[in-house]
């Protein structure tokens, strides 16, 4: 069964059992207790919590989900990804278990022909009520359902909000899998996978995840992964092989020549460029830009490690807009988004792998040079200091150092590293605020900037210099505020008895709002800047837009 089926037979089943139909929400929560979407009952959250009323009482999703923690098993298993599709239906205050449980065996059995013989189910380990309903009223057989503690079987968003026990729909994959087991899941995870969550969400929790309140009502909850559904349907050796990620793989495999299926290396990585492509592409689409910052980092590090992959596999030339490209055929249907924004996607993208190209060669042969040092030496850890040199000069997310140095049996010194960091933001904050704006004169050199804002409120101009209190530094981050010099301006500096202009400037990797304009009395501007999205680096071309 096509993964297409699988999505549209899970919406008819549900609106069939009147739930609203609703789309995937972004990627980028509306939510400041999370980086990113993590669970298609995320947009959902208010209305578990009671702050909002609901529309409507029962709904259905295919939701776009990221889940961080994962990013480093990415490659290494046959099923972990960082970007998947969540099927999911919920019910705000209405129905609760005992429809839930029956409508998702229904589903699963009927709706997509699984054998019953090939299911489990597993419980939370006081929930005597769910065990009665999949065993009396769906007839599941009481050796099939198992109880599980609370780090399977109850569930949260990983922050404080809404949570509650929950039960589990696994397929036995069979023997090629791993051996049978007599509590199934409970025995071997590899042979018996997981794929429905129902969540019975009754419970608030704070940040510790422990329950400290029930909720005015209760409500249902649950997410059916559909690449993982997808893997038991078509019968697959992992969900790398499926319909949808199967094609992202064979295009990794096209732009690197290489084989799916001839060693476990090469498996690595073209599952890596499969997984990684799809994700990269999303994040940007909802408008994450790669940085050195919360989600842009996040999306800064897929792409790097996917960089570093198609190198490994012997891929000199870009790789990521080939990535986007296959995204966007295999996925644009169900979310076009991908289609609409695949220009600007891939001018992102190509960007960042240009960037990454030219620092990549010399990180990595520092980065060898001293791991032949470390495994030399007793303690077999590469220094804080140089993990620290990677990341400044070179541009190594410290998570890509880390997996290299794993690689090499090597650990990375992290606590100096993050000592290394924090001393470089607490210097970054305080040239902030003890020299402010009056600081900055211009880089010796620069020429005076062209002005060409008689004519215009629009325009484009190069950055040829970044003054961050008063110091040139290459890029300026999301939340950093500079004075940017650029070849040419629209934008009108004080003087002669006018404010400064004030307005936008931005490019396909970062915008930043102008707050004020002043000149040097050598005749360069310097737009003082506070950047809002992604960053802004030297060489970069803006668009200008002053504020009429
Ligand atoms: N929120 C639950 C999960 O993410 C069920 O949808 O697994």
Redesign the pocket.
Known sequence: METRTIRDRFFAFFEQREHQRVPSSSLVPNDPTLLLT????NQFKPYFLGEQSPPFDRATSAQK?FRTTDIDEVGKTSRHLTFFE?M?NFSFGDYYKADACPWAWELVTEGYGLDPEVLWVTVYETDDEAEEIWRDAVGVRPERIVRRGKADNF?S?GVAGPCGP?SEIYADLGESFGPAADNGPAGNEDRYLEIW???FMQNDCNAAIEPIAELPKKNI???LGLERTAMVLQKAASVYETDTLGGMVERAAELTGKKYGSDDATDKGLRVLGDHGRSLTFLIADGVLPSNEERGYVLRRVMRRAIRHARLLGRDEPVLPGLVEATAELMGDAYPEVVEKKEFILEVAAREEERFSETLHKGLSLLETELAKSLGSERRTLSGDVAFQLHDTWGFPIDLTQEIALEADVAVDTDRFDKLMEGQRERARSARTTIGYGGSDGTPGTEATYFTGFEHLEGNGKVLAILEAGEGVPVAEVGHEVDLILDQTVFYAEGGGQVGDRGTVGSPSGAAEIRDTRKTDGGVFLHRAKVTTGEIAVDDELELHVDQ
């Open positions: 993590n669970a298609g009952m989900c969540m999911g569930w968003m929950c969550n129902l969540v909850d649950t997410g």
